[in-house]
């Protein structure tokens, strides 16, 4: 267990959030009492990280169908109508999203026609669903991923793919954390990750504040780290990944599954079921989200760049299946993903 | 010419130079008086870029001269040996920093037993030359480089080796500046180079004061625009190139070169000859300056990581020669740089 949340409800009516754009110097809940609010929480990245994203989402629908529990059938309906829209238009790329809003519309389908008050009590009971399936499909994911960590790993993990960026436990840094619980001894090199800084800010916060060695680089020195001192294997999580294995992922991750290639270094991709996209064949298909300027010419007070300058500020980039060693998920390690091993996969877990 | 000056002297006793620290918010030029003035800017990267550091070196070791010329022989000769003693220990990456302090030590020697009153004239007049000669090599340069750049081309740099890493006109920014001048359209990406942002604040701040198209990027996402933009070249600086042609340059541009490679992308070095160090065989005998965590921790007032985090701060890394498709010097452009190529580049210069 982590000694902070990244989520969860907070009875009777609020999702009750960390608001990560304050870590590591303030920890800050939110308390977030409407569909419109979480979605601002996820589009200024208050939350962010696939998993989370996914499960804020869910939370979203339910927080609304709450606020709206005593509205007549029509008016309950059309409030669920505008927060699904709000919530699917908050962020582009991670599919986790998308999936948890399908999963909360399945159930607001099936339940057309019974009271606004019965709906938003079933809604709020997938939300929790949801949540603590991304928890436990974390902890499966490290029990998968840590037999992959050698003891006295040097590990390089770029962006927050930790407890922060899900329910709980975290993708890449769960497959630490489960390395580390397993009694391995690791050292962990993060990229800082411009420019937000999920690296520098979240993943240093959450690893020191649990005690395991962490040592924080500029983006661009991962290269240079690699080609002179042993890195034995890279952890990242996902946003989105194609059917044939391509995985976007927060900017950057790219050069270093090039890097990881390049010497000899294992390139893992730590992510649930609810990460994969097999409607889009490869990763030419995943929309690549363009986030303001001002998060490349400053970071807060500080500005930086000249005024007025133009900026090229993609938040994802795509890593082509062939340059990643393994997939770890809840279901099982897939080592050289393609699209023959995810179909493979999926198979397995709609029949487990 | 450009709308500013990187560094020059200020009759009758001071090198005047623009503090690169403030900029692009202040153009804030610093009187420096005495040798350990013009060290400490030095280390404190008020000036930066190798061969702007050569040049500064030169007129600290003027500079001291002057300030002691009413000295008897033995209090100027060892106020000089200190000063040689500082300069020398301000950074150890750019070997134009001891190529300079070299050709003044030359002419130090050669005038022991003169009036210090006249060697001081003599140490300013050969800081002049060198500072005169840097000009002129990277006019060379830019005249050379230019016809490697197609009309209409898009170019990536990364960190700063412009106008303000020189004496003037630059290296990299030099052939830009070359090319636009033999009226070609060109569209520049920069790098912002963290920790210390040259990309963000230098790079961008001097082409767009030269009405030069440029665009900011984060560190990561190079490898995302060569994967979904027409990239036509990338052209850096260095701060030491090996005799084989390794080319230690700022951190990051290692991974440049490599994720340039992967696209197809010509990778450009251009520097001069002073850049060169026949001494080391190849990049791995190049000494890389590890600086202070605080450079990663935060930028200005900000501090963005938690409190007594680790920190990985190499200023510089190595590209192999291999990923170098040509290097660009005064005395021309050697295309596939290698041991051989560069003595026989050596050798011509020599004899030129």
Redesign the interface.
């Known amino acids: 267990m982590t000694a902070f949340f990244t989520l969860r409800w907070h009875a009777p009516d609020a999702v009750e959030l960390l608001d990560q754009r304050l870590l590591?110097?303030r920890e800050h809940y939110l308390h977030l009492r409407s569909a419109g609010e979480v979605a601002d929480a996820i589009r200024t990245l208050a939350v962010r990280g696939a998993p989370a994203i996914g499960c804020a989402a869910a939370y979203g629908i339910a927080v609304e169908a709450v606020r709206c529990r005593h509205l007549d059938a029509s008016g309950f309906a059309s409030a669920l109508q505008a927060a699904f829209g709000v919530l699917a238009a908050s962020r582009p790329t991670a599919v986790n999203l998308f999936w948890a809003l399908a999963r909360m519309r399945a159930v607001h389908e099936a339940l057309a026609g019974s009271p606004p008050i019965h709906a938003a009590s079933k809604l709020l009971e997938e939300a929790h669903a949801i949540l603590a399936a991304d928890v436990a499909a974390n902890e499966a994911m490290g029990r998968h991923g840590a037999a992959l960590v050698p003891d006295g790993a040097t590990i390089l993990t770029h962006c927050n793919a930790g407890a922060l960026a899900t329910a709980g436990h975290g993708t890449a840094l769960g497959v630490i954390r489960s390395a580390v619980a397993a009694g391995k001894k690791v050292r962990v090199?993060a990229?800082?990750?411009?420019?937000v800084?999920q690296g520098?800010?979240l993943t240093?916060?959450e690893l020191?504040?649990d005690g395991i060695?962490?040592?924080?680089?500029?983006?661009?020195?991962?290269?240079?780290?690699m080609?002179t001192q042993k890195v034995d294997l890279v952890v990242v999580g996902a946003d989105r990944i194609a059917a044939n294995g391509d995985v976007a992922n927060?900017?950057?991750?790219?050069?270093v599954a090039?890097?990881a290639r390049?010497h000899g270094v294992p390139f893992y991709v730590a992510a649930p079921l609810s990460t994969f996209d097999f409607s889009v064949a490869d990763g030419r298909a995943i929309p690549?989200e363009q986030r303001d300027p001002s998060e490349?010419?400053g970071?807060?007070?500080?500005?930086?760049?000249?005024d007025?300058?133009?900026?090229?500020?993609?938040a994802f980039?795509?890593t082509p299946a062939d340059l990643v060693s393994a997939i770890i998920t809840e279901a099982g390690v897939v080592h050289r993903p393609d699209t023959q091993t995810l179909a493979r996969l999926r198979a397995d877990a709609a029949t487990a």
């Open positions: 590591p110097r090199f990229d800082e990750t411009r420019p800084l520098a800010r240093a916060w020191s504040r060695d962490v040592t924080l680089l500029p983006d661009g020195a991962a290269g240079h780290l080609a927060k900017i950057g991750t790219y050069q090039v890097m390049r690549i490349v010419t970071y807060g007070a500080e500005r930086w760049a000249p007025g300058i133009g900026v090229f500020n993609p980039d795509v």
